[in-house]
């Protein structure tokens, strides 16, 4: 059961990740790196905690970071 709740909220976020990327039209790329890594952060580390808002937090953070770097 805890598979397919898991599951479930990775989708969900997937969707939303998709549906705000889609309002970073007028974006630089550099920002919306940021925010892609952002994003991609907060999902892993939210997996890799379980849940535990510290480890969404700073995996948004730290994939916020990377993001900022790539392509620099």
Same mark, same amino acid.
């Given at each position: #059961? #805890?598979? =397919?709740?898991? $599951?479930?909220? #990775?989708?969900? %976020?997937? =969707?939303? %990740?998709?549906? %705000?990327?889609? !309002?970073?039209?007028? #974006?630089?790329? $550099?920002? $919306?790196?940021?925010? =892609? *890594?952002?994003?991609? *952060?907060?999902?892993? @580390?939210?997996? %890799?905690?379980? *849940?535990?808002?510290?480890?969404?937090? @700073?995996?948004?953070?730290? !994939? !916020?970071?990377? @993001? $900022?770097?790539?392509?620099?």
């Amino acid at each position: #059961m #805890m598979m =397919i709740n898991k $599951r479930f909220a #990775m989708a969900t %976020l997937a =969707i939303t %990740l998709a549906v %705000l990327a889609s !309002g970073c039209a007028d #974006m630089s790329k $550099r920002d $919306r790196n940021t925010a =892609i *890594g952002a994003g991609a *952060g907060a999902v892993g @580390g939210a997996v %890799l905690t379980n *849940g535990s808002a510290v480890g969404t937090v @700073g995996g948004a953070a730290v !994939g !916020g970071l990377i @993001g $900022r770097q790539v392509g620099k």
